[in-house]
């Protein structure tokens, strides 16, 4: 299979970068259900796709979240065109029969907390890595961050239900005037070992 085009792996790899600032651009609804209409192609462990996302988009919206937020994070996210809530789903095995319908998968977790919270915490979070990679690749900018009261953004935005906050992601055209110099990744021998 042939790699994709560099021009792409830059857009969403080598020159994405982590935005702090942002133009006054808006970001429009359906460029949010085309970033939503990628990720969920994205493999999760029996398909189970526990992550829930709540974009906030109006002033009114930000408003709930200003109190959860760190200071280091207020201004920024305030300023962002749309916040992204990127949870997950402790209930997710309840769509298991409609997402993996060939067995009875739902079987595989009722009843067992601690395999739950794994699974939902590790499925979601890679569903909230593919949401990065599909926000690029619609031509939006990330501020992904921590920094912020997940007990009071649950309360906020999922009270009586079985969703958690794991990360925040603001979006929208960022301005490079708010960029940091690039840091540096490790290298392959640092991170990888080969047997």
């Known amino acids: 299979m042939p790699t994709i085009a560099s021009d792409a792996l830059d857009q969403l790899f080598r020159s994405a970068r982590t935005h702090n600032a942002w133009l006054p651009t808006p970001v429009r609804d359906d460029e949010l259900h085309a970033l939503y209409d990628l990720l969920k192609w994205a493999p999760t462990s029996a398909n189970c796709s526990p992550a829930r996302i709540v974009f906030l988009r109006t002033r009114e919206a930000k408003e709930r979240l200003r109190p959860a937020l760190s200071p280091g994070n207020l201004d920024k996210t305030m300023a962002a065109p749309v916040t992204a809530i990127i949870g997950y789903d402790l209930e997710f095995y309840e769509k298991l029969p409609q997402l993996f319908p060939h067995t009875d998968a739902r079987s595989w977790f009722a009843g067992k907390p601690e395999l739950i919270a794994t699974a939902a915490f590790r499925n979601g979070s890679l569903q909230g890595a ?7 690749a619609v031509g939006l900018d990330c501020g992904p961050m921590s ?11 999922f009270a009586g239900t079985a969703v958690k906050s794991n990360f925040l992601c603001n979006l929208g055209h960022g301005d490079p005037v708010g ?12 991170a990888c070992t080969l047997l």
Do not use: C, H, K, Q
């Not at 593919?130 to 690029?136: K, T």
């Not at 912020?148 to 309360?155: E, I, M, R, Y």
């Not at 960029?179 to 640092?190: K, N, Q, T, V, W």
């Open 179 to 190: 960029l940091f110099a690039r840091s540096p990744r490790l290298s392959f021998g640092e």
């Open 130 to 136: 593919y949401f990065i990679l599909a926000a690029r």
């Open 147 to 157: 920094g912020f009261d997940n007990a009071l953004v649950d309360a906020a935005f």
